[in-house]
């Protein structure tokens, strides 16, 4: 099997709210295909190029563009963006959250096939253009709408609010002591995401004593014993990463690039109440996600002790807190020690989320698996800046769709 | 540098509130907030604890009157001053902090217009070298900037631990400035501002504000067009600003500082703004008549090149749309062109008189007024083009002079260009 090089790529600057900049989807587009081009020298001469020899292709994460901004079709997109691309293949790929993750893996396939040389994979959401309630009931769309969304005021918060009043539950956890961890994974995140120039929330105020004053008006209960401080935020934005073949690589003489060494991809049963019955007698409350975990370890002859950081999708600290036991970090249940004793922090030896996760960076939701993996990227290629975890060998992402219906891993080194 | 307990005092203020909020948030400091009364202190405490959306950190801020000044400022590592602007009552109260400053503690000012060199003399002289001027912009939650104004006593080594606190605890933008009147962000802000103000008086037969308005809106690079600004900001306030500027500096752009008449006669009339319910405008849809000296229906200019900008700029085309404003030949382009140019070059004389560093105007114009940063401005132009235009204005040598080669801004220009009128 051909291997599959991330050349680099881009993200849009996710503080920007492209509806109050008057831009629509094209600009966001135009903007992140430009830098990530740029980032890796590509020109769209090079493009056209490669495109005669039907060697490159173009694959769009989105989730709900047919919502937010009346635009369905996405796949032709980018014709819009540069005539460089008329007639380059180009799909849109859809798994809610997951919806950038479902676009690399086609693209590695792609790739590894040996039909394409040059894969584009771009990943995007515009979600300012509705108020949080509307935004909420849209994002209802990832879960069983029927039951789960409709007419529920801010679904999503409400399921992984449940998730923790589980694992509470599952684990005998003191809920008191949970809930503390839950906001201290809040503050991790906020305070990565202030090393992160694209990040949302960097010129934000979050401390512990925040996090933890849940009830009050200003960290309002959402889901359960989840408050806004335990929440992902609403964002614009859009990435890029661009990946390769090795035959690319070699004519290129391009050296010393990160490679996808391999992947997990499950899927849970979709209604969150049948997941839990699922994995009543199982020792993971989400099994399917630790589940792609192994499939990635597996894939790469790898184990927890070769990743030197994480990405994760903290859609919720309540996800962060879960996934801790899926990577294999902590026994499940014994979560709590990683983050009681500093070994997910920026300087512990496991670090989640060097960018800021979800939580602190943003969640343009079709974006999110992208942006994850150009973290990857920047970490093991040492272009992280501020946010470079030294020695970076190995990295590991997960991105979830729904309430960890879908389950995508990657591990990226070289 | 060690700071556990503060004083602010004119706490009730706007930036009184927002910079006690900064302390009591990012930096977990005890604040000590003086106002008139305990009730003014007690509603200012929530009020910063909504400015930085974060209620917990009331429990950080406690309120005090000036009977309490002394017990506070012999407990605080650092005093801040933000009463109103006015010499004589800053110059009484820094006297009395200096007399019960406790050993080592630092003191500020809050100020955009007074010397701090002045104000210096009210301490003794061990004193002196803990004291300068801070000046945060209004809100300081969104508006990071921070200008630090050393006198010529204040000790190197506390200036650059200040620095250094506010930069990494409190995460603002800090850039260290010249004693010289409004220093630098509002030197180069209120420049551009009060040229809109004089442009909108020579063309008051073309529609005056509201047309000189829409040529420089927030297209240009703003997320509010300048005599808008104004409004927000208070025309008295303008007043004083630019009448420092004018009476106690004298550059180049010197007759730009002059205030109109028709402003004077608006502050005359107690029109200040939107604290007053009127001013340059009034309401949401209307604007004063230069002309008629009366408030009529704002109106909507055709004005095509700003249409074709526009258009450019809401597909991400920033080049485009560019060139639709430097090679359009109507009157309207010509005058936002004029003010894109001068704007770069006041920005770059200015700070290359009185900043630490020549793109220090970067940082104050995008972090204190959200404004395209000049030097992205100028990049995103190009450098040959901008003199080739300029050239049109100025002279050679002058422009020579100021622009300085390869200049490289910290700043994507993308995002401060609105597809807006």
């Not at chain 1, 918060?157 to 906001?183: I, S």
């Not at chain 2, 556990?4 to 005092?9: D, R, S």
């Not at chain 2, 005890?30 to 909504?50: D, F, Q």
């Not at chain 2, 229906?297 to 430097?326: A, M, P, Q, T």
Request: proline fraction near 3%.
């Amino acid at each position: 099997m051909e291997k599959v090089y991330i050349l680099g790529g881009a993200q849009t600057d996710f503080e920007r709210n492209w509806f109050k900049e008057g831009k629509n989807v094209i600009a966001l587009l135009k903007e992140v295909t430009n830098s990530a081009l740029k980032n890796v020298n590509l020109t769209y001469e090079e493009i056209k190029e490669l495109n005669k020899q039907n060697k490159i292709a173009i694959c769009v994460g989105n989730f709900a563009a047919e919502y937010y901004i009346n635009q369905g079709h996405l796949g032709p997109l980018l014709t819009e963006v540069n005539e460089a691309f008329y007639g380059v293949p180009s799909a849109r790929y859809e798994a809610a959250c997951a919806s950038g993750s479902v676009a690399i893996d086609s693209a590695i396939s792609k790739i590894r096939l040996g039909d394409y040389d040059l894969v584009l994979v771009i990943g995007f959401e515009l979600m300012k253009t509705v108020n949080a309630k509307v935004c909420g009931d849209y994002l209802g769309r990832a879960a069983v709408y029927e039951k789960e969304a409709e007419g529920i005021d801010f679904p999503f918060p409400k399921l992984f609010g449940k998730l923790a009043d589980e694992y509470v539950k599952k684990y005998k956890l003191d809920e008191k002591r949970y809930q503390k961890n839950l906001a201290k994974i809040s503050c991790i995140n906020y305070s990565n995401a202030k090393r992160n120039p694209n990040a949302q929330t960097r010129r934000w105020f979050m401390n512990e004593k925040q996090a933890n004053f849940r009830g009050n008006p200003s960290n309002e209960r959402i889901g359960s014993m989840l408050a806004i401080s335990d929440c992902s935020q609403v964002t614009d934005g859009a990435a890029v990463v661009v990946l390769a073949s090795e035959n690319y690589i070699k004519a290129n003489k391009i050296e010393n690039k990160p490679i996808i060494k391999g992947y997990g991809h499950r899927v849970a049963p979709y209604e969150f109440d049948k997941k839990m019955k699922e994995s009543k007698n199982n020792d993971y409350i989400l099994p399917w996600t630790r589940e792609a975990v192994c499939d990635a370890y597996k894939r790469t002859n790898l184990t927890v002790d070769d990743i030197d950081l994480f990405e994760t999708h903290d859609c919720f600290t309540s996800s962060e807190y879960m996934a801790i036991s899926a990577f294999g970090i902590t026994k499940p249940g014994k979560e709590y020690e990683a983050i009681e004793n500093g070994t997910i922090d920026f300087t512990g030896s496991k670090p989640i989320n060097p960018s800021g996760g979800l939580i602190g960076c943003g969640h343009p939701v079709g974006a999110s698996g992208v942006r994850m993996m150009l973290d990857l990227y920047k970490q093991i290629a040492n272009e992280a800046g501020n946010y470079q975890i030294k020695n970076a060998k190995n990295a590991m992402m997960l991105n979830i769709g729904g309430s960890a219906t879908t389950n995508y891993v990657f591990i990226v080194g070289k | 540098m060690e700071i556990k307990e503060i004083t602010v005092i004119g706490a009730n203020g706007a930036l009184g509130v927002g910079v006690s909020a900064i302390f009591a948030s990012f930096g977990d400091v005890k604040v000590n907030m003086i106002s008139r009364s305990m009730e003014k202190s007690v509603i200012a405490i929530e009020k910063a604890g909504n400015s930085v959306k974060a209620l917990k950190v009331c429990g950080n801020m406690k309120p005090y009157t000036y009977e309490n000044l002394e017990e506070c400022l012999k407990r605080s590592d650092y005093v801040i001053e933000t009463i109103v602007e006015d010499l004589s009552e800053k110059e009484k109260i820094h006297e009395k902090i200096n007399k019960y400053l406790r050993k080592g503690a630092i003191s500020s000012s809050v100020t955009s217009g007074i010397s701090i060199n002045t104000l210096a003399n009210c301490y003794s002289e061990e004193n002196k070298k803990n004291f300068m001027g801070i000046h945060f912009f209004n809100p300081p939650y969104s508006l990071p900037l921070c200008e630090l104004i050393p006198a010529d006593v204040t000790d190197k080594t506390v200036l650059r631990e200040m620095k250094e606190y506010l930069t990494e605890v409190l995460f603002r933008k800090v850039i260290v400035v010249e004693d010289k009147p409004a220093f630098l962000a509002n030197r180069i802000g209120f420049q551009f501002i009060n040229q809109a103000m004089q442009y909108a008086e020579q063309y008051k037969q073309n529609g005056g504000i509201d047309y000189i308005d829409t040529i420089l809106g927030k297209f240009t690079g703003r997320n509010m067009s300048p005599l808008e600004t104004a409004d927000f900001v208070g025309l008295d306030v303008h007043k004083a600003i630019v009448d420092n500027i004018y009476e106690n500096t004298n550059d180049y752009a010197h007759e730009t500082f002059k205030l109109p008449n028709y402003v004077l006669d608006l502050i005359e009339d107690g029109r200040y703004g939107v604290k007053s319910g009127e001013g340059l405008y009034r309401n949401q849809d209307e604007v004063y008549d230069i002309n008629t000296e009366e408030y009529r229906k704002k109106v909507n200019y055709k004005i095509d090149f700003i249409d074709k900008v526009i258009e450019k700029f809401k597909i991400g085309e920033y080049e485009e749309g560019l060139e639709s404003i430097l090679s359009d030949k109507s009157a309207e382009a010509e005058i936002c062109s004029r003010f894109l140019i001068d704007y770069v070059l006041y920005s770059l004389s200015t700070s290359k008189n009185i900043a630490e560093n020549i793109s220090d105007c970067d940082i104050a114009m995008a972090e204190g007024f959200n404004w395209i940063p000049p030097i992205a401005l100028l990049e995103f132009i190009g450098e040959e083009r901008f003199k080739k235009i300029a050239k049109k204005y100025y002279n050679t040598k002058f422009i020579e002079e100021v622009i300085v080669k390869n200049l490289k801004s910290n700043y994507q220009y993308e995002k401060f260009l609105k597809a807006k009128r």
